[in-house]
């Protein structure tokens, strides 16, 4: 039992057993030693199939295709089970070199291994902790630098850059819900803007159409996003969704004139609580949500012309005005199927998801450089889309109209 044990373990110098020491076996020195084991056998097979022969045949073929010369300096591939010795096979007298597919030349880390770091780091684990967390894992030799795990990560970047490229001409979108989230990157004190658009299409399915860093959230910065959505071929939306940031009120009609405007009940909300004292907001937000809740328009500015009445009464100029300036735009979705009002009222489809998206990035401290939180948030978001549910009653949307 000895010798069988002997002959199939492997350990490599990260490993604190020692061969043949039964009461030191464990389970990872095994894996590992039976990986190395059929990697070994598989480069092997690579290079008898390559000679159509086998290793100790010396039969002359018509197709002569070399001789096998020893092997390769040995090197360590980390993999996800630790980092493994292998010997690559040399061919000799052939004009066309023997290439192994599965342990390419100058390869150190398995594919495995190089999906998994970016996976890790839109789980939340930053650069600088790679190096404690997996090296136990991945062994002694594997390169888990912060600049190996940035450089690995460089894909992002090309995912993203991919992604801007889509053509859009192909989906048919109803609603857009816009805003911008705010993160810490570079040196400087201001936070970094990224612009998000998400997009319902006539299936009740979400997508993220936008999403762009831009300078706070300016009227350029919203007009260059939704210029470049017009440009890839997205149709004009039925309604927009936002928050009260004039930039993106005022880039709207300059790319789409026909779209309707729905300001978000939440931050409408918000706003008008801060100009009223603590001891009214209890009774001010049911009354708020009183007035979304209506179940007809009509009722809604019955409703709301009783607060506006009251607060002024009362001295509160400053909350009845904020309400009053935005009432229109409050009550928008009311010209849309009830069924989806629950949808509409508010930009939740980004708020929740970045609700997420935030705690990722306070893991990351302050990003670098915007564009380097810009790739991850984009992941995140790519990551968090598959958990997306339909908006509600999705065949309502064909009594939509479209403008023309």
């Keep these: 039992m000895r010798k069988e044990y002997n002959d199939i373990l492997f350990f490599d110098n990260s490993s604190s057993v020692e061969t043949g020491n039964l009461s030191a076996f464990s389970l990872e020195a095994y894996i590992r030693s039976a990986a190395q084991r059929m990697i070994q056998a598989a480069l092997e ?10 290793k100790y045949d010396k039969t002359a073929t018509a197709d002569f295709r070399g001789y096998r010369n020893g092997h390769h300096r040995q090197r360590t591939v980390s993999t996800a089970v630790g980092g493994l010795e292998v010997k690559v096979p040399r061919v000799s007298d052939n004009p066309q070199p023997f290439v192994s597919t599965l342990v390419k030349p100058y390869k150190r880390r398995s594919q495995g291994l190089d999906n998994l770091f970016p996976r890790l780091f839109i789980e939340g684990l930053a650069t600088r902790d790679f190096e404690p967390s997996l090296r136990f894992l991945v062994g002694e030799k594997a390169a888990l630098s912060p600049s190996t795990i940035s450089r690995l990560n460089k894909e992002f970047k090309t995912d993203y850059e991919n992604w801007q490229k889509t053509d859009l001409s192909q989906l048919k ?23 998000v658009i998400i997009g319902v299409d006539e299936s009740g399915e979400k997508h993220i159409l936008g999403l762009q860093q831009g ?26 969704i936002a928050d009260g940031g004039l930039g993106f009120w005022a880039a709207l009609p300059e790319v789409w004139n026909q779209t309707k405007k729905q300001l978000c009940w939440l931050h409408k909300t918000r706003n008008v609580l801060d100009k ?8 001010a937000t049911e009354r708020l949500r009183a007035i979304y809740l209506a179940e007809e328009k009509d009722l809604a500015e019955k409703l709301a012309s009783r607060l506006l009445r009251d607060w002024k009464e009362a001295g509160y ?10 009432l229109e735009k409050l009550l928008t979705f009311y010209e849309f199927p009830a069924e989806h009002a629950k949808h509409l009222r508010t930009t939740n489809p980004i708020e929740s998801v970045f609700a997420t998206v935030r705690l990722r990035t306070k893991a990351a401290k302050r990003f670098r450089t915007a564009r380097s939180g810009l790739h991850l948030v984009f992941k995140l978001l790519e990551r ?21």
């Design 276 to 283: 009223l004292p603590k001891s009214e907001r209890k009774e």
């Design 173 to 195: 979108i109803y609603y857009i819900y816009a805003d911008g989230v705010y993160l810490a990157a570079g040196i400087a004190e201001e936070k970094a803007c990224l612009l």
């Design 317 to 326: 100029e400053r909350a009845a005005d904020c309400l009053r300036n935005a």
């Design 215 to 240: 300078y706070r959230e300016s009227k350029e910065s919203w007009q260059e996003l939704l210029m470049d959505l017009k440009t890839r071929g997205l149709n004009e939306p039925a309604m927009a």
């Design 45 to 54: 097979a690579e290079v008898e199939e390559f000679l159509q022969r086998a």
């Design 384 to 404: 968090a889309k598959k958990g997306w549910r339909i908006i509600g009653h999705p065949e309502k949307l064909k009594e939509v109209k479209l403008p023309s």
